[in-house]
């Protein structure tokens, strides 16, 4: 081992590090999340959540871990063994690089990327090839339908929100996120979601329909498909899908943060806190749309994207490109 790999700024050094920093950040904010929404879900319930394990609940979601942790890991018969204990794994792992380009502030971005926007993009993409491989193998009809499900929903809301992101990419200029941050500032008319309201809603509608949150919970609806593609699983197979799915809700908060709030940007507190402010405000909007509004019919949830989302964020994209060209 040479003495350079050893030092902070080698990228190899830099790129461990930020990894093992994601694995905390992802871990910790698991825990939080699961306990503000258990208590988002009471107060929306008129109850009162996690109350008894610590003061307020607050170490309920570590018995639920611990839970889990102990839980015997069972395979279904007939599944396939290497697709069903894949598919846990391709869903948690690809999130966590997802995280490496995001700016955290202005001197504290795991890995700084001119193409951040794009690696984000293309690794969320893997994310419904691992619901694939879980409905199908774990040779449960209702996984399969889940996997299904999965899938063209994917397709369908994966394409408006690539149009909402080339709006603003195209406006600033650049696909690194740091950069997008950057040109914009501190103060709300100064950032991309107030000048281009259009994108930053459709962005956000796609990125619950991407996290498959409820409205959009499809491939996992309970009362229809007992739990879709996760229904053979059990144990830590389940904690990781459940904690992809936090951790996938955490990077579209910060992509949106960064693309349409100004990340880091803000007055008085140190960036890093803005961020993370800006961070938690969008998912706590995703929580209690969760427990607010009722499931869509998946005819309705491919009419919003086929017919609504996408024909606006193309529209939007022409303006932006009209626009641009007159030095706007």
Sequence with gaps: MTPDLLSFDHPLTRLVVGLLCVFAFVGLNGLVLVWVERKVAGFVQLRPGPL???PYGLLQPIVDAVKLIGKQLAM??????YLYWAAPLLA???????FLPLPFGPDLAPMRLNIGLVLILAFSGLGVLSLILAGWGSNNKWGLLGAARAVAQSVAYEVPLLLSVMAVALTA??????QITAQQGGWPWQWYGVKNPLAFFIFLVCAVAETNRAPFDLPEAE????AGFHTEYSGMGFGLFFLAEY????????????????????????GIMWFLVKVYAILLLMIWMRWTFPRVRFDQLLNLSWKWLTPLA??????????????G
């Design 247 to 270: 951790a996938n809700m955490i990077v579209v908060s910060g992509v949106a943060a960064a693309l349409f709030l100004g990340g880091w940007q803000g007055p008085f507190l140190p």
């Design 76 to 81: 279904p018969e007939g599944a396939d063994r």
């Design 92 to 98: 948690f792992a690809p999130v966590t690089v997802c």
């Design 173 to 178: 200029g650049s696909l690194d996120l740091y």
């Design 52 to 54: 008894h394990v610590g």
């Design 314 to 327: 193309l529209i939007d994209l022409v303006l932006v490109v009209i626009v641009a060209g007159f030095g």
């Design 223 to 226: 009362s229809e498909l007992t």
